[in-house]
């Protein structure tokens, strides 16, 4: 595919930014399921977030381009090629992952409304009504302004600087995989839906992973390229789950207990390698050191904040504390990857543990310092549920750099988890 070709002569009619219901990430609909099962009738509100608030997203984003691209989401459903990958499809082992009563709710949805508002350099855009509907906007939200950004950049320039810039990206993408093509054991898969620089560039660098690294390239979190390009589809869960099931809690005893009533939700949907915790929504430490021990008999862990050596130390520790063998375990890295840190990482641990990669936006949007004012370096946006039930959400993951909420809940949530004093790190993404 000539992309830069593609891209100087792309209508959105053409090219939409959002192809499909399932141009999202797997363990999106995953968690989909879960809630539709356990939280039908749980109303949540999601609300985007731009963490690097340099990045003025209303200036450069036309709001008709906007509005245009959202309701476009909103026409789409499932196309019966879609709907019979999910239902006869084979995932972690298992067939028919995806419920009968799910799916016939899932081939009749249609997205529900937004809210979308202009406050100063910024975008106000929120959904609102049942959390098993309004979930499976965020993804597709997030996907939407980050590619109207990297249009914005793209319509400035010529057709042959178009050519030259896909030329050095694909170059830097091709030189990563070099790098990483000599790490021997190496388990790696595409994190970068959310925060990728396009649809196309997202697909482009799937098929190069596929190509470079082999069977080293274990899929893909994107369903649609997962279909498209007959590859895994790849995903657990994520802090949604607990930040929704915490702030439903009538008590400072049920928020304790919130974070293991939502594993124990999914232990009894799910086995193998979709038993994957994720501990840092409330802090890793405190979270392993209160956790039942059913639960060190899961799989793995994924590593999502802080700093990851620190939270592979805490697994592996907490692991041997329970009477577990952390090299029958494995260890997920997916915070703001690149490969000398993945390199570095594996080199620390693979010998201990099993360890895997999720590979998110310095894949699919690495074009720092390839215009001019670095217009095309990835920035830190995200869409989260804000509220459930009309209260609200908070998380501290163990960066303090990416809590969330009010003030006063924060330090409730703090003291309910024991949560004392957090190293601040940089957010790259």
């Given at each position: 595919m000539d992309i830069a070709t593609r891209v100087y002569n792309h209508k959105w009619k053409i090219d939409p930014i959002i192809r499909s219901l399932i141009d999202t990430d797997f363990y999106k609909l995953l968690m989909c399921q879960s809630v539709f099962r356990n939280k039908p009738d749980t109303t949540v509100t999601f609300s985007l977030i731009n963490r690097s608030a340099h990045v003025p997203l209303a200036r450069l984003i036309d709001e008709g381009e906007l509005r245009e691209q959202l309701d476009h989401i909103r026409s789409l459903s499932l196309s019966r090629g879609e709907s019979t990958w999910l239902r006869g499809n084979t995932f972690y082992g298992k067939r028919q992952m995806f419920r009968p009563d799910f799916m016939e709710w899932f081939e009749g949805l249609r997205l529900p409304p937004y809210h979308l508002e202009r406050k100063g350099d910024q975008y106000e855009l929120t959904f609102e009504g049942k959390w098993h509907e309004v979930m499976l906007w965020e993804i597709p939200?997030?996907?939407?302004?980050?590619?109207?950004?990297?249009?914005a950049?793209?319509?400035?320039?010529?057709?042959?600087?178009?050519q030259v810039l896909y030329?050095?990206?694909?170059?830097r993408v091709w030189e990563k995989?070099?790098?990483?093509?000599?790490?021997?054991?190496?388990t790696i898969a595409d994190f970068g839906t959310r925060r990728r620089h396009s649809f196309l560039w997202q697909d482009w660098c799937v098929q190069a992973m596929i190509e470079g690294l082999?069977?080293?390239?274990?899929?893909?979190?994107?369903?649609?390229?997962?279909?498209?390009?007959?590859?895994?589809?790849?995903?657990?869960?994520?802090?949604?789950?607990?930040?929704?099931?915490s702030a439903l809690a009538d008590s400072d005893a049920e928020l304790a207990q919130a974070p293991y009533d939502v594993l124990s939700d999914w232990h009894d949907e799910h086995e193998g390698n979709l038993r994957i915790i994720l501990p840092d929504t409330y802090g890793t430490q405190g979270f392993l050191d209160r956790a039942p021990d059913w639960l060190a008999g899961w799989t793995g862990i994924r590593i999502d904040s802080g700093d990851p050596a620190k939270g592979a130390e805490v697994a592996i520790n907490w692991w041997k504390e329970r009477g577990e063998d952390p090299a029958e375990k494995r260890v997920i890295f997916s915070d703001g990857l690149d490969v000398q840190q993945i390199q570095d990482l594996h080199a620390q641990f693979s010998d201990r543990t099993k360890v895997s990669f999720g590979w998110g936006t310095l894949l699919t949007n690495d074009f720092r310092k390839l215009v001019p004012d670095?217009?095309?370096?990835p920035f830190s946006l995200v869409c989260k549920a804000v509220a459930a039930n009309g209260r609200p959400t908070v998380k501290l993951s163990d960066n303090p750099e990416k809590a969330m909420g009010p003030a006063d809940e924060i330090e409730r949530y703090k003291?309910?988890?024991?949560?004392?004093?957090?190293?601040?790190?940089?957010?790259?993404?």
């Open positions: 939200a997030l996907a939407v302004l980050m590619e109207l950004r990297s249009r950049v793209l319509d400035q320039m010529g057709r042959f600087e178009l030329a050095r990206a694909m170059t995989i070099e790098r990483l093509r000599e790490v021997e054991d190496l082999g069977e080293k390239f274990t899929g893909t979190s994107n369903c649609l390229i997962a279909m498209r390009r007959e590859v895994e589809a790849i995903g657990t869960n994520a802090h949604e789950l607990p930040m929704v099931y670095d217009a095309l370096a003291r309910v988890f024991g949560v004392g004093r957090q190293e601040r790190q940089a957010v790259i993404v």
